[in-house]
C-alpha cells in the first residue's frame, strides 16, 4: 500500500487556470449580469437560425474575455456553420466528440457551458448581446492598440513610428466595419 506524500499531492493538484484568473479580473461577478453568458445562453436557446448564423459571422473566439466563453461560442458557431442544431445538450456532444472535455480544462468548459444553459436568458434580444460583447471586445482592442503606440514610442525606430501608427489605424478600421456589420447587418423576422 502506497501513502501519497504532501509532495506527491501537489504534483497532482490541477494547476491554476491562469487565462481564469486574467478574465475574473474584469468579468463581472455573477453569470447573470454577463453579457458573454448571456449572449452565450441567448444563442444556445434560439430557434432563429438566421439571427444566429448572422451573429456567428461577426463575432469569433477572441472577443470574449473570458476564455471558456470564447471556447463555447467557437463550438456554437461552428454548428452554426455546419447548419446542425446548437442547444446544449449538442453543443456538450460536440465537444465531446472532439476530445475538448478532457481533463481540468474540459471540466471548466462544462461547467461553463451548464452555467450559462441554465441563466434563462431569453433569446429575444440576441444581436443586442452580441453587440454589448463586440463593444467590450472593442474597447479592449483600442487599450492594446494604445499599450502598443506607447511602446512603440519608446522602443521602435523613429522611421517606423508613422507605418505602425497606420497600421494600428485599419487594424482599428477593420473592427469598426465589424461593429457597424453587427448591428446594422438585416435583421431576421
Same mark, same amino acid.
Given at each position: /500500500?502506497?501513502? /501519497? ?23 463581472? =461577478? ?13 444563442? =444556445?436557446?434560439?430557434?432563429?437560425? #438566421?439571427? @444566429? ?7 469569433? @473566439? ?30 456538450? #456532444? ?5 476530445? &475538448? ?10 461547467? *461553463? ?12 434580444? =440576441? ?9 467590450? *471586445? ?5 487599450? &492594446? ?5 506607447? &511602446? ?26 465589424? &461593429?457597424? #456589420? ?8
Amino acid at each position: /500500500m502506497s501513502t /501519497m506524500t504532501a509532495e506527491d499531492q501537489q504534483a497532482t493538484a490541477d494547476p491554476v487556470d491562469v487565462d481564469d484568473l486574467a478574465a475574473a479580473d474584469d468579468a463581472p =461577478l455573477v453569470p447573470e449580469l454577463d453579457p458573454e453568458a448571456a449572449l452565450l445562453c441567448a444563442l =444556445l436557446h434560439t430557434t432563429d437560425t #438566421s439571427e @444566429a448564423r448572422h451573429i456567428a459571422d461577426h463575432l469569433d @473566439a477572441g472577443d470574449f474575455l473570458g476564455p471558456r466563453y470564447g471556447d463555447l461560442f467557437h463550438a456554437v458557431a461552428d454548428l452554426i456553420a455546419a447548419g446542425e442544431p446548437h442547444h446544449a445538450p449538442r453543443v456538450l #456532444s460536440a465537444l465531446s466528440g472532439s476530445g &475538448r472535455l478532457a481533463g481540468h480544462h474540459g471540466r471548466l468548459l462544462a461547467d *461553463a457551458l451548464q452555467t450559462v444553459t441554465l441563466l434563462g436568458t431569453p433569446a429575444v434580444g =440576441l444581436r443586442t448581446l452580441a453587440a454589448d460583447v463586440l463593444d467590450a *471586445a472593442y474597447r479592449r482592442r483600442f487599450a &492594446r492598440s494604445a499599450a502598443d503606440l506607447t &511602446r512603440a514610442s519608446r522602443e521602435a525606430h523613429t522611421d517606423d513610428l508613422m507605418d505602425l501608427m497606420v497600421d494600428q489605424g485599419r487594424a482599428m478600421r477593420r473592427e469598426t466595419n465589424r &461593429r457597424e #456589420s453587427l448591428t446594422n447587418g438585416p435583421m431576421s423576422d
